[in-house]
């Protein structure tokens, strides 16, 4: 009974990783689409918050008219009004607006395979200190060799795939670096919002609602401090689909961090990130250099790392014997 139990575990938790690997194929198209989104208008922000409007309205259309959803939105203000839930923990969505004011502010310049490792490299690092403080729904997780090596590569992933670049547009990595060490912070706390809700999509409602609200502040100071946009509203249709991937893998995300973690949650979309991100790449005529190749290398290993369960201590098969006196 205990290995069965043990094997339906571990099949839950593929399950898991797995959901979230297909989930993240998207992302690196919604990086693509609001980089070229924020290319075209000359303003990542308000690229950004394109990105974050589409998707609020997505989740307005799917939470509030079902009895279900609302239910679970009623659950999110009553565990506020309770203390179950902390003022703070509604608040992932702010970094939502980071991550995608940083796409539309840096992944046209730094290309999508680059942007992709630097979000990983910030998440590894964030990831393990949300994960020992507990942050998380899963509570505390130690540090673990394995977990330590997986961040330490990720971040020499990210200045090896922005060797070369670091005189020009390569600063700007440090953007999605700093975005991605808040992403950590971000899927703990929805994933508390989610135990609250019992609903993946009101976590993901939340989420969006708060960041939609923050980019627009953000986009009000900057209206008064630089003056409108300077590009023009492009007539692509699916340049204003960027909040949709992000839709599905903010629900995916509030769903299985309770059972993977915030370290493996953030890295197990890597590979479908990065090998989307690299046929984007090739596609636009864009070849990834070799010094990003082997950050992407680095990256992979280290998520297999990372994504290692810690090994069980061994059980002796028979019982301890008393020492003689």
């Known amino acids: 009974m205990k290995i069965r139990a043990a094997a339906v575990r571990l099949d839950a938790r593929s399950a898991a990783i797995a959901a979230v690997v297909l989930a993240n194929c998207g992302a690196a198209a919604q ?3 609001n980089g070229e989104l924020g290319s075209r208008l000359h303003d ?14 997505v989740l307005l259309l799917i939470v509030p008219v079902t009895a279900a959803g609302r239910r679970s939105v009623r659950r999110v203000r009553d565990a506020l009004r309770s203390g179950e839930l902390r003022w703070w923990q509604v608040l992932g969505g702010i970094n939502g607006g980071l991550f995608v004011a ?10 999508v395979t680059v942007f992709t490792v ?10 393990l200190l949300v994960d020992r403080a507990g942050l998380g729904p899963g509570g505390k997780l130690p540090f673990t060799p394995a977990r ?5 590569l990720c971040v020499a992933a990210v200045v090896v795939a922005g060797r070369g670049r670091l005189g020009g547009t390569g600063l700007l990595v440090i953007l999605p670096l700093v975005a991605g060490a808040g992403l950590a912070w971000q899927m703990a706390v929805n994933g508390r919002v ?8 009101a976590a993901a409602l939340v989420n969006f609602a708060v960041a939609t609200v923050a980019l627009t502040l ?7 401090v630089r003056g409108a946009p300077t590009g023009r509203a492009p007539h692509d249709w699916w340049l204003y689909l960027g909040g949709l991937p992000g839709v599905i893998v903010i629900a995916v995300a509030a769903a299985t961090v309770r059972r993977i973690g915030v370290l493996v949650l953030g890295l197990a979309g890597v590979a479908g990130q990065l090998t989307g991100a690299l046929a984007i790449d090739a596609a636009g005529g864009r070849a990834p250099m070799a010094a990003t190749w082997a950050g992407v290398i ?3 290993i280290a998520v297999w790392l990372s994504a290692r369960p810690p090994k069980q201590p061994a059980r002796t098969s028979e019982p301890t014997r008393m020492a003689d006196h």
């Open 148 to 152: 330590i090596t997986g961040a330490v």
């Open 44 to 57: 990542g922000i308000l690229a950004g918050l394109i990105s974050m409007t589409g998707g609020l309205l």
């Open 218 to 224: 953000v986009f009000g100071i900057e209206l008064a």
């Open 31 to 33: 990086a693509r689409i």
């Open 118 to 127: 630097a979000v990983v490299a910030g998440t590894s690092a964030g990831s």
């Open 298 to 300: 680095l990256t992979v």
């Open 194 to 201: 989610r135990e609250a809700a019992k609903s993946p999509f």
């Open 102 to 111: 940083s796409q539309g502010l840096t992944a046209a310049a730094l290309g």
